[in-house]
């Protein structure tokens, strides 16, 4: 059986990431959308139109498949062996 160090490394790096892109894309858009607030307004909001840059939080979102796809495939071929 072959070594799943670095497929575990892999996947444990992209598990850790994966909320710091999102949450950290959250906080850098939270000061361009006019009267957001964490308890009464979805997430999603933030990447709309009334939002003054849409573009940040719909850059970290877009971010998340290439992050998480890596622990997906180690996961897979880690399943295949």
Known sequence: ???SRPQTTLMLWAA??????YFG???LAV??????????DT??????????HPG????????????FSPGIMSRF???RN
């Open 1 to 3: 059986m072959p070594d």
């Open 16 to 21: 850790f990431a994966m909320p710091l892109l």
């Open 25 to 27: 894309a959250q906080l």
């Open 31 to 40: 000061p361009f959308y006019p009267g957001y607030h964490f308890a009464t």
């Open 43 to 52: 997430t999603s909001m933030l990447a709309t139109s009334v939002s003054r």
């Open 56 to 67: 940040i939080f719909n850059t970290g979102a877009i971010d998340l498949p290439p992050v």
């Open 77 to 79: 071929l880690a399943d």
